[in-house]
């Protein structure tokens, strides 16, 4: 089996003191939403189908359930089915009773040892078709076969599901069992990547100064607004890991209290990386009129981004509503295809 591939963490004495729904932060209205459903469901025995893009926290939300719920002080089991083999796999979830010629030595199995407690698969559309009819099974039974024997053993568990992929996309096309889909997605959660919850970044930067500031012996104080507007204008496709690690460079590289923004220099807008200057005409190099482009072009994009909302747009531009009413004005952005209503100011 190869290593590092099963992780059985989350020391019951430690997990509602790392992993507590207050930990997470859910500023924007699609993560308050996502932690209500976790804290209504987090005692029942159902099914939890996790999706989200590497790095939005998916893992962490599975413990936060686990450790939060009345099965807190049983195991929480990690398997990630991209790492093993589709008899090693076979083997971690139901266990074996006999070795085999490929070296699978006898072991109880993961549903065994998470008995009480919490199993977690993560990347579940890798696992073979084959196995995931058998995954099917064991689920609507509640009962498994270990590789050898011959007697069904009953269990006790609590399933959830994460992928970075959408699982109906991958039943479309015919890489996810369509049974088993219907059965795991009881309790569906998509996890939003960070550029769609941008007023929750400074929030989870000054989460991560603090956490890292305590790691490292370090005495950063604040992060400069300048420095955060930074952060709220990168793209983040490494999404919430990224961040982290992120802010902890940056608290390396500082030698005094606060986080500026020559540190975060290498942090570009997505719309400015998306324009290479090829694109621009050497015969006309008017920084005013480049200037221009460039700002029609963000202008365009955040609008796009925000499905036409143009106070969301200019919250994301960072101006005022009437500078980016008067902006859209003068480039004749007024379309159909922006021509969703402004919500009411307060």
Not at 140 to 163: C, L, W, Y
Not at 303 to 330: C, F, R, W
Request: glycine share 6%; with cysteine.
């Amino acid at each position: 089996m190869k290593e590092n591939a099963l992780i059985l963490d989350l020391d019951p004495e430690l997990t509602k003191d790392v992993y507590s729904f207050d930990k997470i932060i859910g500023g924007s209205p699609r993560m308050a939403e996502i932690l209500h459903i976790a804290q209504k469901v987090k005692d029942y025995k159902t099914t939890i189908l996790i999706t989200g893009e590497p790095g939005t926290g998916k893992g962490f939300l599975a413990k936060t359930i686990h450790a939060n719920s009345n099965r807190s002080s049983k195991p929480f089991l990690y398997l990630n089915c991209n790492s093993l083999t589709e008899k090693e796999m076979c083997c971690a979830i139901a266990g074996c009773v006999i070795r085999d010629d490929d070296g699978l030595k006898p072991q109880k199995g993961l549903l065994l040892d998470a008995e009480g407690g919490t199993f977690f698969l993560d990347e579940i559309c890798q696992m073979p078709l084959s196995l995931q009819l058998k995954l099917l099974k064991i689920i609507q039974d509640e009962k498994f076969t270990p590789i050898g024997s011959h007697t069904p053993t009953p269990f006790n568990v609590r399933f959830i599901f994460a992928n970075s992929k959408d699982v109906s996309t991958e039943v479309r096309a015919g890489k996810f069992l369509e049974e088993l889909f219907y059965k795991i997605n009881v309790v569906s959660v998509a996890m939003p990547p960070l550029r769609q919850r941008v007023e929750d970044i400074p929030a989870l930067a000054n989460m991560f100064l603090a956490k890292h500031n305590t790691r490292l012996g370090t005495k950063i104080k604040a992060i400069h607004p300048d420095a955060m507007a930074i952060l709220q204008q990168y793209d983040w496709p490494g999404n919430i890991m990224e961040l982290e690690s992120t802010i902890e460079r940056a608290i390396t590289l500082t030698e005094g209290d606060t986080l500026l923004p020559d540190v975060f220099a290498d942090l570009k807008p997505k719309g400015i990386q998306d324009i290479p200057l090829e694109t621009f005409d050497d015969r006309d190099l008017s920084i005013k009129k480049r200037s221009k482009v460039l700002e029609k072009e963000l202008i365009q994009r955040a609008l796009v981004k925000t499905n036409g909302n143009k106070t969301q747009a200019a919250h994301i531009l960072e101006i005022s509503l009437p500078a980016l009413l008067y902006k859209m004005k003068d480039y004749g952005l007024f379309t159909p295809s922006y021509s969703k209503d402004t919500p009411k100011e307060n």
